[in-house]
């Protein structure tokens, strides 16, 4: 499995797994909206000048398989980033298979290597398989608020590196 930074090339596969993602958030009753988003709005806001968010791509031999799609915040009052995941998704023949952890792992590497708190995220209360997989990542939730858990993580322990 190999992760990598989606490119400008990579526009129409961005949307194509935003579009998967809302079928899977569908699917257990966590989006019930219309998509609004388009290659064009992708193009300006993920490769602009000053990006708004980042994609990360799962790839094995064949194909992309999995994507995360993230962003920065700032904390004035600690006076450090941390990392906001908007979407994690793996297609659903892939899941069980190390693409999540991969793409998790990335992304803790992104993390520490821009010196941030932590990465955060919801998850609906729906997503039975996903709440598993973040607890057995050992990201915490640190508040319910209806079917959104808000989960905070601080990256892979050790002994989840040797499990692997």
């Known amino acids: 499995m190999r992760v990598r930074p989606a490119t400008i090339d990579d526009i129409s596969l961005i949307f194509a797994f935003i579009q998967k993602k809302s079928e899977f958030d ?3 009753g966590a989006y019930s909206g219309v998509l609004q988003v388009t290659e064009d709005k992708i193009r300006k806001t993920i490769f602009a000048a000053v990006p708004f968010s980042y994609v990360l791509f799962a ?4 194909q992309v398989v999995g994507f995360a799609l993230y962003g920065f915040r700032y904390s004035s009052f600690v006076g450090q980033p941390s990392i906001w995941l908007d979407d994690l998704y793996v297609d659903e023949e892939m ?3 190390g693409t999540g952890i991969a793409l998790m792992n990335y992304l803790a590497q992104i ?4 010196s941030c708190t932590h990465i955060a995220w919801t998850a609906d209360t729906r997503n039975i398989r996903g709440l598993k997989f973040y607890d057995r990542l050992g990201a915490k939730i640190i508040e319910q608020k209806g079917d959104r858990c808000f989960f905070t993580w601080t990256g892979i322990k050790p002994e989840q590196e040797r499990r692997q």
């Open 95 to 97: 899941r069980s298979q």
């Open 26 to 28: 569908r699917s257990v």
């Open 59 to 62: 790839e094995n031999s064949k």
């Open 111 to 114: 993390a520490k290597e821009n």
